[in-house]
């Protein structure tokens, strides 16, 4: 890719963290391509590519079936936001807190150097020549193991409070120490982080958790006053003794896994990060006599709403972290047909791991851990022998024989016209409540004249299009059955 560059009259440098863990002897996961050509020059010259990205203007290229992100030098001048709109001249954008929005500003290969976070990350490689080039003392650097910011650390950080989560992990993942001055701002820097857009810290939350070292970068977020923007509940959790236990050895197993290059769920980590808070809340509302199963949901929703304010879990992430917590009471059934059904749940093995995790950590009894390891293990034979005899005093529910539905005569049912129309509506809203707001637009639709609401999507989150200051959207989609015309649907919408 660089020599295709290189042919076409243009420098191009293998840039960033594979330069670092090549010198460093590591096997680099990815291959970054800092180069002088424009995106849309790149992606004229390389043949499987694409242009990505608005706040920075990237090329996303195959090559040996892997992605590599190829952008171009970037300048290094200063951004002043208007006090209006934010916008600066060049094309610039900053926020009020000076995070820096877009940034399509080209450059030199010294200025794009200047641009890069860390003196280890700015280490130019040229495999037409073989050489390295280093502007900021990075190879003196990765000698001395110690993780420096390139320039004022405060603007920097400032500028974009990322960098500051990347400093822990880089740190605690090559096991550097972060420089004095660099480190000396973080603390009292560390509420920028709320700034960030939740999908974004998300994504490097699970590079956090994912990096192999994921005890001892918790451990260190912790330290430099960082996991309130992330895990708000980790201090509540962490002290608490069982709690403590609990997570160090999630977070233990995962570094082994991903040592031993075994997948790993982050699902099953995020749930296990948050378990003690929803058992907490759980206990909580038992107390109030709520019922057991009810007061777990409630624990569950509870939990996942405080910490989803904080870093975006996807929902396909929540939807297992729920089924692993809820199926942890059902493990305690061994009478009966329960165990028999719960072989068939999908989640099994994986709530069944996290029960293993419980009675590891001193939480839950071990022999009911190896009782269901036999009972999964088993043959019918051998499972109908383990089953437990009914406790006292529960009987088998008799199963109530439902009355048929009685349906109002053909005449008496709403009339509808003969012809309906299927239209899908989408709705969001991103100020004030906006999650109570597509609730109640969702609700008017089920109301509109001759109009039926056949289904509902549940909410889901998006980014802002255009100005990306602005808060994220609650949004859905309703499915409608309607005799109104497009034109009426436009005028009561």
């Given at each position: 890719?660089?020599?295709?560059?290189?042919?076409?009259?243009?420098?191009?440098?293998?840039?960033?963290?594979?330069?670092?863990?090549?010198?460093?002897?590591?096997?680099?996961?990815?291959?970054?391509?800092?180069?002088?050509?424009?995106?849309?020059?790149?992606?004229?010259?390389?043949?499987?590519s694409?242009?990505?990205?608005?706040?920075?203007?990237?090329?996303?290229?195959?090559?040996?079936?892997?992605?590599?992100?190829v952008?171009?030098?970037?300048?290094?001048?200063v951004?002043?936001?208007?006090?209006?709109?934010?916008?600066?001249?060049?094309?610039?954008?900053?926020?009020?807190?000076?995070?820096?929005?877009?940034?399509?500003?080209?450059?030199?290969?010294?200025?794009?150097?200047?641009?890069?976070?860390?003196?280890?990350?700015a280490?130019?490689y040229?495999?037409?020549s073989?050489?390295?080039?280093?502007?900021?003392?990075?190879?003196?650097?990765?000698?001395?193991?110690?993780l420096?910011?390139?320039?004022?650390?405060?603007a920097?950080?400032?500028?974009?409070?990322?960098?500051?989560?990347?400093?822990?992990?880089?740190?605690?993942?090559?096991?550097?120490?972060?420089?004095?001055?660099t480190r000396?701002?973080?603390?009292?820097?560390?509420?920028?982080?709320?700034?960030?857009?939740?999908?974004?810290?998300?994504?490097?939350?699970?590079?956090?958790?994912?990096?192999?070292?994921?005890?001892?970068?918790?451990?260190?977020?912790?330290?430099?006053?960082?996991?309130?923007g992330l895990?708000?509940?980790?201090?509540v959790?962490?002290?608490?003794?069982?709690?403590?236990?609990?997570?160090?050895?999630?977070?233990?197993q995962?570094?082994?896994?991903?040592?031993?290059?075994?997948?790993?769920?982050?699902?099953f980590?995020?749930?296990?990060?948050?378990?003690?808070?929803?058992?907490?809340?759980w206990?909580?509302?038992?107390?109030?006599?709520?019922?057991?199963?009810?007061?777990?949901?409630?624990?569950?929703?509870?939990?996942?709403?405080?910490?989803?304010?904080?870093i975006?879990?996807?929902?396909?992430?929540?939807?297992?972290?729920?089924?692993?917590?809820?199926?942890?009471?059902?493990?305690?059934?061994?009478?009966?047909?329960?165990?028999?059904?719960?072989?068939?749940?999908?989640?099994?093995r994986?709530?069944?791991?996290?029960?293993?995790?419980?009675?590891?950590s001193?939480?839950?009894?071990?022999?009911?851990?190896?009782?269901?390891?036999?009972f999964?293990?088993?043959?019918?034979?051998?499972?109908?022998?383990?089953?437990?005899?009914?406790?006292?005093?529960?009987?088998?529910?008799?199963?109530?024989?439902?009355?048929?539905?009685?349906?109002?005569?053909r005449?008496?049912?709403?009339?509808?016209?003969?012809?309906?129309?299927?239209?899908?509506?989408?709705?969001?809203?991103?100020?004030?409540?906006?999650?109570?707001q597509?609730?109640?637009?969702l609700?008017?639709?089920?109301r509109?004249?001759?109009?039926?609401?056949?289904?509902?999507s549940?909410?889901y989150?998006?980014?802002?299009?255009?100005?990306?200051?602005?808060?994220?959207?609650?949004?859905?989609?309703?499915?409608?059955?309607?005799?109104?015309?497009?034109?009426?649907?436009?005028?009561?919408?």
């Amino acid at each position: 890719m660089c020599e295709t560059l290189a042919g076409h009259g243009h420098q191009a440098y293998v840039v960033g963290g594979a330069v670092r863990d090549l010198m460093l002897g590591v096997q680099p996961k990815d291959f970054d391509v800092a180069t002088d050509a424009t995106p849309e020059d790149v992606h004229r010259l390389i043949r499987r590519s694409r242009l990505i990205g608005r706040r920075f203007k990237l090329v996303h290229a195959v090559f040996n079936a892997e992605i590599v992100e190829v952008s171009t030098f970037r300048a290094v001048n200063v951004a002043i936001a208007d006090d209006a709109t934010g916008e600066t001249d060049g094309g610039r954008l900053v926020d009020a807190h000076g995070r820096l929005l877009r940034d399509n500003i080209y450059g030199t290969r010294e200025q794009d150097a200047a641009r890069r976070d860390f003196t280890i990350n700015a280490l130019y490689y040229d495999p037409v020549s073989e050489t390295v080039l280093d502007y900021h003392q990075g190879v003196r650097d990765l000698k001395r193991r110690t993780l420096r910011i390139i320039g004022d650390p405060r603007a920097r950080f400032r500028e974009d409070p990322v960098r500051m989560l990347r400093a822990v992990r880089l740190a605690a993942k090559l096991d550097f120490q972060i420089a004095p001055k660099t480190r000396a701002p973080i603390r009292e820097m560390a509420d920028l982080i709320g700034n960030v857009p939740s999908a974004r810290l998300f994504d490097e939350m699970l590079k956090l958790l994912l990096s192999g070292h994921a005890s001892a970068c918790l451990h260190r977020l912790r330290t430099e006053g960082l996991h309130h923007g992330l895990l708000p509940l980790l201090d509540v959790i962490l002290e608490q003794p069982l709690g403590a236990k609990f997570v160090n050895l999630a977070l233990a197993q995962t570094d082994q896994r991903i040592r031993e290059d075994k997948p790993v769920s982050p699902a099953f980590l995020f749930a296990a990060l948050l378990w003690h808070q929803v058992a907490a809340q759980w206990k909580v509302r038992e107390a109030k006599r709520q019922g057991r199963i009810a007061a777990l949901y409630e624990a569950m929703d509870e939990v996942l709403d405080r910490q989803t304010d904080a870093i975006a879990i996807p929902r396909r992430l929540t939807a297992t972290m729920k089924e692993i917590w809820s199926l942890q009471p059902r493990f305690e059934s061994r009478s009966g047909k329960r165990p028999f059904a719960l072989l068939e749940h999908p989640r099994l093995r994986a709530a069944y791991d996290f029960l293993v995790l419980r009675a590891e950590s001193g939480e839950a009894d071990r022999e009911l851990v190896e009782w269901w390891r036999r009972f999964i293990a088993g043959t019918p034979e051998e499972r109908a022998r383990l089953l437990l005899p009914a406790p006292k005093g529960e009987t088998p529910r008799r199963r109530r024989r439902r009355r048929p539905k009685t349906r109002p005569p053909r005449d008496r049912r709403r009339p509808w016209p003969t012809e309906v129309a299927r239209a899908f509506v989408g709705l969001g809203a991103n100020l004030g409540d906006p999650a109570r707001q597509v609730a109640a637009a969702l609700d008017a639709l089920g109301r509109l004249p001759r109009t039926r609401l056949v289904r509902a999507s549940s909410l889901y989150r998006s980014a802002p299009v255009g100005n990306e200051a602005q808060p994220e959207f609650v949004n859905a989609v309703a499915a409608l059955q309607t005799g109104l015309s497009r034109a009426s649907c436009s005028q009561h919408a």
